[in-house]
DNA sequence: CGGCACAATGTAACCGGTTTCATGAAACCG
DNA sequence: CGGTTTCATGAAACCGGTTACATTGTGCCG
């Protein structure tokens, strides 16, 4: 592999020629540019990415912060694996690179420094947050040290901070006319942790929706759940003796374990109960008699993340406001 | 942010003893370790990455070969979330990072060498391959020029490249058994692309164990797909004229589009027709009667992908044989 | 006590780029 | 035609580490 030295000298020009024929093009005359980039190929010459970013503090790379580590509450839920494609596609097309950064240990394993020493050493870019709304200290740290970061679902501001979110308000409110336009009165939902942002917004918006049609919701008629299955399977328990005739859950993990303990109390779907959820997962569609939800856009979540970092990386101020998108409500048999 | 420099400064040293205190501190007096270890946490000294790089030609970080370009038959499944966490934790808990490569577009989108020229540039030490048995030449090249490689379900040889894969030989077997246990006798199978190395091995497997039970395979039996839903839905309407009493589909995906179409037929599940599939995707349980497959230990593909990753970088040879992950039957209603 | 091995440290070259500043030649101006 | 811009390029410092080699001060040996 050759070096800018080894190129500069084949063509016979310094190596400040050779580095502007990449990076300032404009500057360098048309034909010792012609010159050095046909010699480059011929030699395969390929700029050193480690010389580049010690000199200019700039990797092209952006940090992934998602912590797996299983003592952690790390969040898996089957849509990020949609909006990691997307993402990773959208920074692709800017040349972007995706480091998943492991945490740095050199402080100890529960360093609130942990992603910071990661970005500092690696002078990442800019990072994205998936988090389950734990707000890490770890994660934390990297807002403090103004590190542009764009964050899923979590609410995070600052001055290179800003996030992006489903109108999980919006959604939440499409969940509950839904079920009033079906007809039904005696209405439960089972919620994610109330301590969540998306939770708390679904529900709200739920509840708005309610409220302006003159409907309360009553406490007994609302359990919570952890987002995944087992959960709905347990807060469905609780609810059935309210004996509502609908239910929202917020997260079709849980709905389809609440479906589960539907059918084991000998009940119908969606004639005895009907039931709505909210993500449009996989299995949304295909268990029976099919999940109607309000679907997230996945994919427009990984590619607004993508547009949002880059955006912060060309010097645009980051967006005080979460950037929303649009739920979409999915119909399918199960109201 | 202090450099090197500084610290030594700061401690008395030169920057030569700092680095040492940091790389191979037992040559370095205690004393003098002592203070610059306490100076260095006390100025939260971090060592550069790409300057480290820059000098020893080690990055730390594991390549992932992954392309999700949409107008590529990149690969997309639901389990390759379950493999990404355990890889990304296993490595992470070796101080690598895992860097999702973007494509080198320097020399066009579709060059034979847009991975290779990636994982030049950023020194990455070894790679990770995770492709759909495209056998894409832009990953050839990672092999041709000898980057450690690690290829999942995909077989590769050569001097620095290995790869993981269930045992799918066994699998196949496992669903033929278990079908024959079962007391069927006119068995079917929807395949993946015949030209892919899992769903050959599935195929082969599946079909020894028939011929040993004294049965055959008759090639109007087999209906092959592209390993998701649609396509399995397709072969089974394809199949349903044979009238079989059961079928092994090569992938759950596949299956569950199995299913429907013998819904649709009105044929029920288990009674009228068994169906197996493979892999044991999250779906395989949630959809009724539950589907019987044969399960893939997705988080030990991803951490024998680390291991061998692992062992390449520390200078073990490529194992020339793959490594091969036990496969698991897991019965469920719809057998 | 001279010579030697060894442990601890320093000096300086090097990794491969970027960028500031200086330089020389050509173009432009009145 | 002399002086000033402008353009293309080169020289050299710098980014922050690693490491081969040199240097120094011990202790041990015969």
């Known amino acids: ?195 969540t942002w998306p939770a708390a917004e679904r529900l709200a918006g739920f509840r708005a929706a309610l409220t302006e049609a003159g409907r309360t919701l009553a406490d007994a008629d609302i359990a919570s759940g952890d987002w995944y299955l087992d959960s709905g399977y347990a807060a469905m328990k609780r609810l059935l003796p309210r004996s509502p005739t609908a239910v929202f859950a917020a997260g079709d993990e849980m709905a389809v374990g609440a479906m589960r303990a539907i059918h084991e109390a000998g009940l119908r779907i969606p004639a005895d109960i009907a039931i709505i959820g909210f993500d449009d997962i996989e299995v949304a569609a295909l268990v029976p008699p099919g999940l109607t939800t309000v679907a997230q856009d996945k994919t427009g979540i990984g590619t607004a993340a993508a547009e949002a970092i880059v955006a912060m990386l060309l010097g645009s101020p980051a967006p005080a406001e979460p950037t929303t998108l649009p739920t979409a409500l999915i119909t399918r048999g199960s109201t």
């Open 1 to 195: 592999m050759s070096s800018i030295k080894e190129l500069a000298r084949r063509c016979g020009v310094s190596v400040a020629t050779v580095s502007r024929v990449f990076n300032t093009p404009e500057i360098v005359s048309p034909g010792t540019r012609r010159h050095v980039l046909d010699m480059a190929a011929e030699v395969g010459y390929l700029p050193n990415e480690s010389a580049r970013t010690l000199a200019t503090k700039k990797s092209n790379m952006v940090g992934l912060v998602w912590d797996t580590d299983h003592r952690r509450p790390g969040w898996r839920h089957p849509f990020l694996q949609d909006i990691l494609v997307a993402l990773k596609s959208a920074l692709s097309a800017q040349g972007l690179h995706l480091l998943m950064l492991a945490p740095d240990r050199s402080a100890g394993p529960d360093s609130r420094q942990r992603f910071l020493r990661a970005v500092q050493r690696h002078s990442v870019d800019g990072v994205v947050i998936i988090d389950n709304g734990s707000r890490d200290p770890a994660v934390l740290a990297l807002v403090d040290a103004e590190v542009p970061c764009v964050a899923l679902d979590l609410r995070f501001t600052g001055p290179t901070c800003t996030s992006i979110t489903s109108d999980n308000a919006g959604g939440g409110r499409l969940a509950a006319q839904h079920l009033i336009d079906r007809g039904h009165h005696r209405i439960a939902t089972i919620t994610g942790p109330p301590d």
